[in-house]
């Protein structure tokens, strides 16, 4: 992990973090739990909860970038039986490692972001699905809740409060499409992890049937930030509607990959200086902003590009879960798309035609071009499969396989061509 001490940029959700102070002491010198203290000590309704989040302008780090307290004020609230609150930590997208950073070293801020939003919820039962692949995390989380439990933040009247709240921790088991809301729910159900149709949506048949709010880890993590500084000191710190911080995993072709909380609206150009800059001094070739799932950007347009939600979409991409995949000059577009569209082929659940069939179709064109054996008119070929996979699907691991080819294809399209009618990579260092 990186840690950013940058006289321009404080880091807030990683401050002061190092591998050995995640304990439950550290994080409350730090000012852990004070938000918490505060909401249930002063009588804060519900309502004025969610209304502040609201204000903070904090929109879902998982990706989608929805506004988090509208989502929040979606949860039935005369309801009278069980609700149920879930975090979504099942990382698992070619390029993302934040999420796992956060719950290694800074859990408790995850944990006072839940039981807050528990509150103002009305929900007393909760889970955070973590990714399967990463056991030590697991157990660390596992140490955080007992910590949490034992000095009265989670469990029965908490801080001696009418409000309680049981969370556990859920070891997902790998598969990336349980990181899909509606499949993780199947997943801790105890079900094949599978994507529901949506509607209904889950704020109303979610968990065991029930009204359920899943939000990402960061979006968790930010929570209590957000009540220490006030709603309209967190949403100053990006730009109107893009509020707060955000931490992009920045791998690749860098000199120092790692995890970097910055404003968002901060310069592109910025986040890859904070980074080292383009590894072995190379020239920056293109970027995938927003994790595997997003469309392609070249270079010269991600460095007139802000990092934010509404900037990102302008420039023909998104922001996703900020997983920033830098690629140099001497990367080769088809052997990228061979590896990504590999892995949905590999992920897809099978459910759907479109998806089962198109992603195996996908791949093995792609790896066709990238044999030597490929035609021109296959490049029209991957565009129709894709058309016909996007939007024509259950979830949305249709459109991101989709996307990319698109993408790809559209941006980098001579580089296609040439390894058609060449048989080999126009890129030097792959020839
Ligand atoms: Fe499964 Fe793919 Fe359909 Fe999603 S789009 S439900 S992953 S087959």
Not at 249 to 264: A, F, Q, R
Not at 285 to 301: H, M
Request: charged residues 20%; glycine residues 12%.
């Amino acid at each position: 992990m990186t840690c950013l001490h940058n006289r321009h940029i404080k880091p807030l959700i990683f401050a002061n973090l190092t591998g050995d102070n995640w304990g439950l002491d550290e994080y409350v010198k730090r000012g852990g739990y004070s938000s918490l203290k505060r909401i249930l000590s002063e009588g804060m309704t519900p309502e004025q909860v969610i209304a502040e989040v609201k204000a903070s302008t904090l929109r879902g780090r998982g990706g989608a970038g929805f506004p988090s307290g509208l989502k929040w004020s979606f949860m039935p609230k005369n309801y009278e039986g069980q609700k149920y609150l879930v975090c979504n930590s099942d990382e698992g997208e070619p390029g993302t490692f934040k999420d796992r950073d956060i719950l290694r070293y800074n859990p408790h801020s995850v944990i006072e972001g839940m039981t807050i939003a528990a509150y103002a919820m009305g929900v007393t039962v909760g889970y955070n699905y973590i990714h399967g692949e990463i056991f030590e995390v697991y157990q660390r989380f596992e140490e955080a809740l007992e910590q949490a439990r034992a000095a009265g933040f989670l469990g029965d009247n908490i801080l001696g409060s009418s409000h309680s709240f049981q969370l556990h921790a859920f070891h997902g088991y790998g598969a990336y499409i349980c990181g899909e809301e509606t499949a993780l729910l199947e997943s801790i159900e105890g079900k094949k992890g599978q994507p529901r149709f949506k509607p209904p949506f889950p704020a109303s048949y979610g968990l065991f049937g029930k009204p359920t709010t899943i939000n990402n880890t960061e979006t968790f993590a930010a929570v209590p930030f957000i009540f220490q500084v006030g709603a309209e000191a967190y949403a100053g710190l990006g730009k109107p509607n893009n509020g707060g911080t955000k931490i992009f995993s920045v791998s690749g072709d860098v000199t120092n990959p790692g995890n970097y909380e910055i404003p968002l609206g901060t310069p592109f150009a910025t986040l890859l200086e904070l980074a080292g800059g383009v590894r072995d001094g190379k020239k920056l070739k293109a970027v995938i902003p927003g994790g595997s799932s997003v469309p392609v950007v070249r270079g010269d347009v991600m460095m007139a590009t802000d990092m934010d939600y509404d900037s990102v979409a302008k420039a023909g991409s998104m922001l996703g879960s900020g997983a920033v995949i830098v690629m140099d000059e001497t990367r080769c577009m088809v052997k990228s798309l061979l590896r990504l569209s590999y892995f949905y082929f590999e992920e897809s659940c099978g459910q759907c035609t479109p998806c089962r069939e198109g992603t195996g179709w996908l791949y093995r064109m792609v790896q066709r071009i990238e044999n030597g054996q490929g035609r021109v008119e296959d490049l029209d070929m991957l565009n129709s499969i894709a058309d016909n996979i996007q939007g024509r699907t259950i979830c949305a691991l249709g459109d991101a396989a989709a996307m990319p080819v698109r993408a790809m294809i559209q941006q980098f399209r001579e580089e296609f061509v040439y390894h058609i009618e060449h048989k080999h990579c126009l890129v030097p260092a792959y020839v």
